[in-house]
């Protein structure tokens, strides 16, 4: 029902900036969570950014605090991740994600952009 396509990525080098986008097509007035995700070869998948659109509260990884930040186009129905000061362990596949509950159980996803970071 909530379709998502990412886009944006790339390969920068350390100290960079990338902006990956989500699209987001389908009933998205019923999305509570929206939340970027990230996947390294060899490495468990973590949760990067969220938006609790049900509380207007965002979520973002210690990891990418003061680098990373999230905005919304309403009017394009998208999702941005913007990326500053990357780093080489930032380095992944990047997937968009929604959920239509508030526990944020994520059912919806995108089939993910890749970023490459080298030093």
């Known amino acids: 029902q909530v379709q998502l396509m990412e886009s944006g990525g790339g390969s920068v080098q350390a100290g960079g900036s990338l902006r990956v986008s989500c699209a987001v097509s389908g009933y998205t007035s019923d999305t509570s969570c929206m939340a970027w995700f990230r996947q390294a070869p060899g490495k468990e998948r973590e949760e990067v950014a969220t938006?609790?659109?049900?509380?207007?509260?965002?979520f973002y990884h210690d990891s990418v605090k003061g680098r990373f930040t999230l905005a919304q186009d309403n009017s394009d129905n998208t999702l941005y991740l913007q990326m500053a000061n990357l780093q080489p362990e930032d380095t992944g596949m990047y997937y968009c994600?929604?959920?239509?509950?508030?526990?944020?159980?994520?059912?919806?996803w995108g089939q993910g952009t890749q970023v490459t970071v080298s030093s």
């Open positions: 994600a929604a959920s239509q509950t508030r526990a944020c159980r994520y059912t919806s």
């Open positions: 938006i609790y659109t049900f509380a207007n509260r965002t």
